[in-house]
């Protein structure tokens, strides 16, 4: 992520401020500090611009420019009785709140501040606000990641549920293709990256080199639940159409055939949002999480909201190793079935 992106890309201010974990360290570097109303920091128009060594008319002009996403990071107006019993607080500087006769105030909470930063293209100290947030981000998510993104999508407690689904899921795809179609060893990886294409844009070998990965690492190990099974559920309806027309031509099924069961299953109304929700998730959690774009599926791209930050760098999110021992029991049942 670079620092210009913050000027251009909603999408990108809102994944630095849904990260909670990583404004609360932000909020640590900021050397300017307002006051405190109903339990929030909030800082005044006029405090906003000297931080940023401009005037206040640059801020105000900035909030009617982008009033909405302001106001969705704690931007607020104060007017009537309450601005005038906070004109009255011990501590408040009343030359911050535009005197006593103002009628009505802006006041910027700590995320719609850094807002501000992000916004702003006229200020030195805007430019070195936003590079510090972005070396936060990156060491934050690291740091709770365990130091190693690659395999964060194993932080999140649905993982393991569908990466074993997905072994046996698999293992009818590989057998359907050994059984019914007629093609050399390679149908295995050709047939696998047919399905990433359909789902994400990427065969093995581009979503390897995107994510950088080592040539022994195995890519589904990589991938979020929402893949998983939607990957899952393409296998599982190639296999079933496989077998069916096996049986329906008495032979085993040629590679245009095959391709026509793709093409089959993929059009299937039901694939279509799973194929949405595994498109979306990957764009925007590896933008947000691992800092990479997939240039086939970038339109999918939304902000990342707070629950998935949650997720996947909260205190309920685990390392794979205490996930295994965690779901055991819940392994074994399904073992049993």
Same mark, same amino acid.
Not at 92 to 107: C, D, S
């Given at each position: 992520?670079?620092?210009?992106?913050?000027?251009?890309?909603?999408?990108?201010?809102?994944?630095?401020?849904?990260?909670?974990?990583?404004?609360?360290?932000?909020?640590?570097?900021?050397?300017?500090?307002?006051?405190? @109303?109903? /339990? +929030?920091?909030?800082?005044?128009? !006029?405090? =906003?611009? $000297?931080?940023?060594?401009? #005037?206040?008319?640059? &801020?105000?002009?900035?909030?009617?420019?982008?009033?909405?996403?302001?106001?969705?990071?704690?931007?607020?107006? @104060?007017? /009537? +009785?309450?601005?005038?019993?906070? !004109?009255? =607080?011990? $501590?408040?500087?009343?030359? #911050?709140?535009?005197? &006593?006769?103002?009628?009505?105030?802006?006041?910027?909470?700590?995320?719609?501040?850094?807002?501000?930063?992000? @916004?702003?293209?006229?200020?030195?100290?805007?430019?070195?606000?936003?590079?510090?947030?972005?070396?936060?981000?990156?060491?934050?998510?690291?740091?709770?990641?365990?130091?190693?993104?690659?395999?964060?999508?194993?932080?999140?407690?649905?993982?393991?549920?569908?990466?074993?689904?997905?072994?046996?899921?698999?293992?009818?795809?590989?057998?359907?293709?050994?059984?019914?179609?007629?093609?050399?060893?390679?149908?295995?990886?050709?047939?696998?990256?047919?399905?990433?294409?359909?789902?994400?844009?990427?065969?093995?070998?581009?979503?390897?080199?995107?994510?950088?990965?080592?040539?022994?690492?195995?890519?589904?190990?990589?991938?979020?639940?929402?893949?998983?099974?939607?990957?899952?559920?393409?296998?599982?309806?190639?296999?079933?159409?496989?077998?069916?027309?096996?049986?329906?031509?008495?032979?085993?099924?040629?590679?245009?055939?095959?391709?026509?069961?793709?093409?089959?299953?993929?059009?299937?109304?039901?694939?279509?949002?799973?194929?949405?929700?595994?498109?979306?998730?990957?764009?925007?959690?590896?933008?947000?999480?691992?800092?990479?774009?997939?240039?086939?599926?970038?339109?999918?791209?939304?902000?990342?909201?707070?629950?998935?930050?949650?997720?996947?760098?909260?205190?309920?999110?685990?390392?794979?190793?205490?996930?295994?021992?965690?779901?055991?029991?819940?392994?074994?049942?399904?073992?049993?079935?």
């Amino acid at each position: 992520m670079e620092s210009d992106k913050l000027n251009t890309s909603a999408i990108e201010r809102n994944n630095v401020l849904n990260n909670k974990f990583a404004v609360k360290e932000i909020q640590k570097v900021i050397p300017v500090r307002g006051f405190t @109303l109903d /339990g +929030e920091q909030y800082l005044t128009t !006029k405090q =906003v611009a $000297d931080y940023f060594e401009i #005037n206040t008319r640059t &801020i105000e002009r900035l909030v009617d420019e982008h009033n909405e996403e302001l106001k969705n990071n704690g931007y607020l107006v @104060l007017a /009537g +009785e309450r601005l005038q019993h906070l !004109k009255k =607080v011990p $501590d408040i500087n009343v030359g #911050n709140l535009g005197g &006593i006769y103002t009628p009505k105030i802006g006041l910027f909470s700590v995320k719609a501040f850094l807002n501000v930063a992000m @916004l702003l293209s006229g200020s030195k100290k805007a430019k070195e606000l936003r590079g510090a947030m972005l070396d936060i981000v990156i060491d934050v998510v690291n740091k709770r990641a365990g130091g190693n993104v690659k395999f964060i999508n194993q932080r999140d407690d649905t993982y393991i549920i569908a990466a074993y689904y997905n072994e046996g899921y698999h293992k009818d795809f590989i057998d359907a293709l050994t059984n019914y179609v007629d093609a050399g060893r390679a149908k295995y990886p050709n047939y696998t990256d047919k399905i990433y294409k359909e789902i994400f844009c990427e065969n093995t070998n581009e979503y390897k080199r995107i994510l950088d990965l080592a040539k022994n690492d195995k890519a589904r190990e990589t991938m979020y639940s929402e893949v998983i099974t939607t990957i899952s559920s393409f296998e599982i309806g190639i296999a079933d159409k496989l077998g069916e027309y096996f049986k329906k031509y008495n032979r085993k099924l040629t590679r245009d055939e095959v391709d026509q069961v793709f093409d089959e299953v993929a059009k299937m109304p039901t694939m279509k949002p799973m194929i949405d929700m595994a498109r979306m998730k990957m764009a925007s959690l590896d933008r947000a999480l691992r800092n990479v774009e997939h240039p086939g599926i970038a339109r999918y791209e939304l902000p990342v909201n707070q629950a998935d930050f949650e997720r996947f760098l909260g205190e309920k999110s685990r390392e794979l190793s205490r996930r295994i021992e965690e779901n055991q029991d819940v392994l074994k049942r399904l073992k049993e079935k």
